[in-house]
């Protein structure tokens, strides 16, 4: 089966990671240095051990590709995946009156009581990004994230530079190249972003007809984040291929620390004691060509039969 690379991921980790403590307090078992590999010819790499939300996928990688760095395109469709990033910036501003919020991320995982309390302010700053422009202009943009490194790199000099644009010309016009790279690691950068890019930098390759990508990922949540990595980046491939007339290849997926937080542990067994089910096949809508030109409804996944849902919180 397609998955079975990510379960093995899993399992590895799971027999064969070292305990560390980590930047959340939570605590993972972790390894150094992974590689899996996906033909993405034999189907698409969404999990089927357990449902994942192909709606936040593909709606987080089009605000990507759009240079998008405001959640409001999120909350419009309804992904609330970035969430915590922008509402802490607005609680640690003037303009935030309501409850004291102080670490409050780690707070709402461990009391329920004011877990209520933050989910309600969290929602109503949600609603206002979502119905004030003017608000989200002010408190929704997220700076330095993944769409601005894609698609408007800042160069010493001033200028920008669209890394997506300039790799879909090499693969048109170079194919063989060797420079076919798009980083999101910005040294300078780094130090002032709400969350260092965990996804760095990927190449693609062409071979007889076929459009192949390699991730390199610092960090990884297996449980939680690497499924939507896996799925996200085959995604990407898929309608570069589109783009440039070329069939899909492998998806390969490198890793430096790839870990469980400790409180995964349960939902990671469980989940290795599924029996996997066949792929599901992706459908791009064949009158869109161009990589700028897809919209939610141009995406779907066909056949897609998981089982349930695993809860699991998310180390923040």
Same mark, same amino acid.
């Given at each position: ?20 403590a ?35 996928i593909k ?6 590709l ?37 670490d ?40 330095l ?15 920008? @530079?669209?890394? @997506? ?30 969350l ?66 400790l ?32 919209e ?21």
């Amino acid at each position: 089966m397609l998955e079975d690379a990510y379960l093995d991921l899993a399992r590895y980790v799971l027999e064969n990671g070292h305990k560390k403590a980590d930047r959340t307090h939570t605590g993972t078992i972790s390894t150094f240095g992974y590689q899996m590999r996906f033909d993405l010819s034999k189907g698409f790499p969404l999990l089927t051990t357990k449902k994942v939300p192909f709606g936040l996928i593909k709606s987080e990688l089009l605000w990507f590709l759009k240079g998008d760095t405001n959640i409001q395109f999120l909350l419009k469709h309804k992904n609330h995946i970035w969430d915590e990033w922008a509402f802490e910036k607005f609680v640690a501003s003037n303009d935030y009156t309501g409850p004291d919020m102080t670490d409050f991320s780690h707070r709402a995982q461990k009391d329920p009581e004011f877990n209520k309390v933050y989910q309600e302010q969290k929602k109503q700053f949600c609603d206002r990004i979502v119905n004030d422009d003017d608000f989200a202009k002010k408190y929704g943009d997220l700076g330095l994230v993944y769409g601005s490194q894609w698609r408007a790199w800042k160069t010493s000099t001033g200028g920008t @530079i669209d890394q @997506i644009q300039n790799v879909i010309d090499l693969i048109k016009t170079h194919p063989d190249s060797r420079r076919m790279i798009v980083s999101a690691w910005n040294p300078e950068d780094v130090p002032t972003m709400a969350l260092p890019p965990c996804h760095t930098l990927f190449q693609f390759y062409v071979n007889d007809g076929k459009l192949s990508c390699q991730l390199y990922q610092r960090s990884g949540d297996i449980f939680l984040g690497v499924p939507y990595n896996i799925a996200s980046y085959a995604l990407l491939t898929s309608m570069i291929a589109r783009e440039c007339g070329l069939e899909v290849g492998d998806f390969v997926h490198t890793f430096g620390d790839a870990h469980i937080y400790l409180n995964h542990i349960d939902q990671v067994e469980e989940l290795l004691s599924r029996k996997p089910r066949q792929a599901p096949e992706l459908w791009l809508n064949p009158e869109k060509k161009h990589l700028d030109e897809f919209e939610m409804a141009d995406i779907k996944v066909k056949n897609y039969d998981p089982y349930p849902v695993i809860k699991a919180p998310v180390a923040v």
